[in-house]
């Protein structure tokens, strides 16, 4: 009996899109504070730079996080095209050895395999997302609600 793994693949390819949007759900705001980092490299308040710090750092995190799980997701269709319905292709084989060279795993980028990675990864990413929001938002209102003194306010000229 023939097995038919369109709609496994189907799935699959849209999980593969849902994870390289996690990517830039925790790279757009990182990328939004770094072109700010002139103005916040010039603000003498203490708290807004732990904030900006803490944001930055815990967006690069989880944009690393997340293009590791993506990584490990669109290895893992590229694997089950190449082993669509049972049947290895002979045109796939040195792609599919060189990603399975770079696991050093044969069992690895099979529907289990992504799993397991994806079990680990997204809490954590989640969490580190979570807290670079937070710390966004914190920092947004700390910058607006900083008194005049704390501002970076150019020098009264001396007469």
């Not at 049947?87 to 599919?96: L, M, P, T």
């Not at 397991?116 to 966004?136: I, M």
């Amino acid at each position: 009996m023939k097995r038919d793994d369109t709609s496994y693949l189907e799935a699959l390819a849209e999980v593969t899109d849902q994870s390289k949007a996690s990517i830039g759900i925790a790279s757009v705001p990182l990328g939004i504070i770094l072109v700010q980092l002139r103005y916040l490299a010039n603000v003498e308040g203490t708290w807004i730079k732990v904030l900006a710090t803490g944001g930055v750092v815990t967006l690069f995190i989880a944009t690393v996080l997340a293009w590791l799980m993506a990584m490990t997701i669109q290895s893992t269709y590229a694997m089950e095209l190449y082993r669509r319905d049972g049947k290895e292709s002979v045109k796939g084989r040195d792609y599919a050895n060189w990603i399975l060279s770079l696991a050093k795993d044969p069992a690895a980028y099979t529907e289990l395999y992504a799993l397991n990675v994806s079990r680990k990864l997204v809490v954590p990413f989640w969490v580190l997302c979570s807290t670079g929001y937070l710390s966004l938002f914190a920092l947004v209102v700390a910058i607006i609600w900083q008194s005049p003194t704390e501002a970076t306010l150019p020098a009264p000229v001396a007469q």
